[in-house]
């Protein structure tokens, strides 16, 4: 087998598994293990966040405050997928809140 045919093969195994997602239409997506860029590209192009390198632990606790099922197999994904839903989460850049804290201390300092 040569590399330009797994390439095609892993183009062809993610668009499966886009399509699968895209049937649920999530948010943010909470994966255990490392994902490929290419998949991750293709998600943030459908403006779907995804955080990777979770641990089970914390993946499991995610699960039971939103209400959802984790699932193990992008396999078992289908039209009636039930999604996890929370009122109050939150996403923050790190960066962001870094900058705007010197911002604070700077200006108080300036007084």
């Known amino acids: ?12 195994y993610i668009q499966i598994v886009l399509q699968k997602i895209d049937l649920v239409k999530p948010n943010l997506i909470f994966v255990k293990e490392d994902t490929s860029r290419k998949a991750i590209d293709a998600l943030m192009a459908k403006n779907i966040t995804i955080i990777t390198n979770v641990k089970e632990s914390v993946m499991l606790r995610i699960g039971r405050l939103t209400q959802t099922i984790n699932c193990p197999s992008t396999n078992l994904i289908a039209s009636d997928f039930i999604l996890g839903k ?22 108080t300092n300036i007084i």
């Open 1 to 12: 087998m040569d590399l330009e045919s797994e390439i095609k093969q892993e183009d062809h």
């Open 86 to 107: 929370c009122q109050s989460f939150k996403m923050e850049s790190l960066a962001k809140k870094s900058l705007n804290k010197m911002v604070e201390d700077v200006s």
